[in-house]
């Protein structure tokens, strides 16, 4: 993992009692981990008495290093040892380094949900609704007399938050055409998570 | 009075009106209807009038359909350049011809030329031969359009007074050509993309930018659907739980039509 100096810095000035106490530390590592993980999060997570006096700036730069550092680890899929080693270079004490693993463990599935939703891809189906009617004439035909479905699949666009519809119809074959290819992939499916 | 045809007359004749004349003749492209006490001097070798034909006709619709008696034909008088009526045989090859240039004209449009090619064989005007085949054309759209029964199909087509043959080949010019013309029918009507077919493919993202080590298996399907004749792809991903739940809900669907409610109002609505 490679970390910036500002990071470095920033956790060299966490690991030092003198500017962050215990309670300190531990507050300001939750805020971390609040900020990147809590959707309403907002920078008075700082605000904390237990907080204030120490220096605004230090405050934001240790904030950010520790976010940074946490994101880094999440993405790499960073195990206890290697946040301890590197904990360790930056001049943690044993009780420190414990505080910050076992808060990291805490909170690891959320962030790395919230990692692997960054991205892009192709829109993805998130529901299906379907209709079924009976079709009896329109102006240019009478006596049609025939079944028909009407199939909309709801759709969501990661990136930008639309919620397009894909409608379609279809005659009793067709779905049936449909279903057996979508029960297809489902087989395959299961038949794949057994190997 | 109109006088009684002669040999000489049947020269370049002239689609009039199809229909029953009389002593009540309106004019020229005027249809008469005639009751049967008009009709004592009607031309037409037809069923209603009571052989009360002109020597002249009988023999000449005998001539031409091979039997000297007072069936009938669609005969069409008219009144050439002379003033002198003339007639034209309208046989079963002509109508034959005219409805196979209606159906081919249902089904890839109309073109001016092939109007103008029967004209000259047939000696007539391409506006004759126009209207023959849209007539046609009319008749086969709407009998088709309402899915008249073979009965009430005949019924409708003997009050134009025809031939029995010419009225059996109008009924099955009707009956072969209905279904692909209801087809093309339903191509007019209020579209939707409809389902043409789909592919899928089963997918493992290993990792992303943001994420490493990752293990997550989607399916990527690509949806083939046809809108008034253009394809349209849709490439969509889904993942196993939602591919699970689209399988159930659609195979519910299916479902449904099976239930006595749907196979009650598929009965009894018809």
Same mark, same amino acid.
């Given at each position: ?5 500002y990071v470095q810095k920033? !956790? =060299?000035m ?6 962050f106490?215990? *309670?300190?530390?531990?507050?300001l590592?939750r805020a971390? !981990?609040?900020?990147l993980?809590d959707?309403?999060a907002?920078?008075?997570?700082l ?11 230090v +405050? $934001?730069?240790c904030?950010?290093a520790?976010?940074?550092y946490?994101?880094e680890?999440?993405?790499?899929r960073?195990? $206890?040892?290697? +946040?301890?080693?590197? +904990? ?5 004490d044993r009780?420190r ?6 808060e990291? =463990?805490?909170? $690891?599935?959320?962030l790395?949900?919230l990692l692997g939703?960054i ?8 529901d299906v609704s ?5 079709q009896?004439k329109?102006?240019?035909?009478? $006596?049609m007399?025939r079944?028909?479905y009407?199939?909309?699949l709801?759709?969501e ?7 397009p519809e894909?409608? !379609?119809?279809c *005659?009793?074959e067709?779905?049936?055409d449909?279903?057996g290819?979508?029960?297809d992939?489902?087989?395959?499916l299961?038949r794949?998570? =057994?190997? | 009075d109109?006088?009684e045809?002669k040999?000489?007359?049947l020269?370049?004749? &002239?689609?009039?009106?199809?229909g ?5 003749w309106?004019?020229?492209g005027q249809r ?6 008009d ?5 037409w070798?037809?069923r209603r009038s ?7 006709c %009988?023999?000449?619709?005998?001539r031409v359909?091979g039997r000297?008696?007072g ?9 050439g350049s002379?003033g002198?009526p003339?007639?034209?045989l309208?046989?079963l090859a002509?109508?034959a ?9 249902l089904r890839r449009g109309?073109n001016?030329?092939i109007?103008?090619?029967a004209?000259?064989?047939l000696?007539?005007?391409s506006?004759t031969v126009?209207h ?6 009319y008749l ?7 899915m ?5 199909f005949?019924?409708?087509v003997?009050?134009l007074?025809?031939s029995e ?8 010019l009707?009956l ?11 191509e ?7 389902y043409?077919?789909?592919?899928w ?7 992303s930018r943001?994420? %490493?080590q ?7 399907i690509?949806l083939?659907?046809n809108?008034?004749?253009?394809q349209?792809?849709?490439?969509l991903?889904t ?8 399988v159930?809900?659609? &195979?519910?669907?299916? &479902?449904e039509?099976k239930?006595n409610?749907? %196979?009650?109002v598929?009965r009894n609505?018809?």
């Amino acid at each position: 993992m490679e970390l910036s100096e500002y990071v470095q810095k920033g !956790f =060299q000035m966490l690991a030092d009692p003198g500017s962050f106490d215990s *309670n300190a530390f531990t507050l300001l590592l939750r805020a971390a !981990f609040q900020s990147l993980l809590d959707a309403q999060a907002d920078e008075a997570v700082l605000d904390h008495p237990d907080l204030k006096h120490i220096d605004p700036v230090v +405050l $934001k730069h240790c904030h950010t290093a520790a976010a940074t550092y946490i994101l880094e680890a999440g993405k790499q899929r960073a195990d $206890k040892s290697t +946040l301890s080693t590197y +904990l360790e270079d930056c001049k943690f004490d044993r009780e420190r380094i414990e505080v910050f693993c076992t808060e990291y =463990q805490n909170n $690891k599935n959320s962030l790395e949900i919230l990692l692997g939703s960054i991205g892009r891809s192709l829109p993805h189906i998130t529901d299906v609704s379907w209709r079924l009617e009976y079709q009896i004439k329109t102006n240019q035909l009478h $006596k049609m007399y025939r079944p028909a479905y009407l199939v909309t699949l709801n759709v969501e666009n990661t990136d930008s938050r639309s919620h397009p519809e894909i409608s !379609f119809s279809c *005659n009793i074959e067709q779905l049936q055409d449909l279903v057996g290819k979508l029960k297809d992939a489902s087989k395959s499916l299961e038949r794949a998570t =057994q190997l | 009075d109109r006088p009684e045809p002669k040999a000489g007359d049947l020269v370049k004749p &002239e689609l009039l009106c199809v229909g029953l004349w009389s002593r009540k003749w309106r004019g020229r492209g005027q249809r008469c209807r005639a009751n049967s006490s008009d009709l004592g001097r009607c031309c037409w070798t037809c069923r209603r009038s009571i052989r009360s034909t002109w020597p002249f006709c %009988r023999k000449w619709t005998a001539r031409v359909r091979g039997r000297d008696h007072g069936g009938w034909c669609l005969v069409v008088w008219g009144r050439g350049s002379r003033g002198v009526p003339h007639g034209l045989l309208a046989s079963l090859a002509v109508v034959a011809e005219f409805g196979r240039i209606a159906v081919e004209f249902l089904r890839r449009g109309s073109n001016p030329k092939i109007y103008e090619g029967a004209a000259r064989k047939l000696n007539v005007s391409s506006d004759t031969v126009q209207h023959g085949v849209e007539g046609l054309i009319y008749l086969l759209t709407e009998s088709s359009k309402l899915m008249i029964s073979e009965l009430d199909f005949q019924d409708s087509v003997f009050v134009l007074g025809f031939s029995e043959e010419l009225n059996k080949l109008l009924l099955q010019l009707y009956l072969d050509n209905r279904k692909e013309i209801r087809t093309i029918l339903s191509e007019l009507a209020p579209d939707l993309p409809s389902y043409h077919s789909l592919e899928w493919r089963l997918d493992v993202q290993l990792a992303s930018r943001s994420l %490493r080590q990752q293990i997550k298996p989607s399916v990527t399907i690509k949806l083939h659907l046809n809108q008034n004749g253009d394809q349209d792809t849709r490439v969509l991903q889904t993942d196993p739980a939602t591919l699970l739940h689209l399988v159930q809900q659609l &195979e519910q669907a299916l &479902e449904e039509m099976k239930t006595n409610h749907c %196979r009650r109002v598929v009965r009894n609505i018809k």
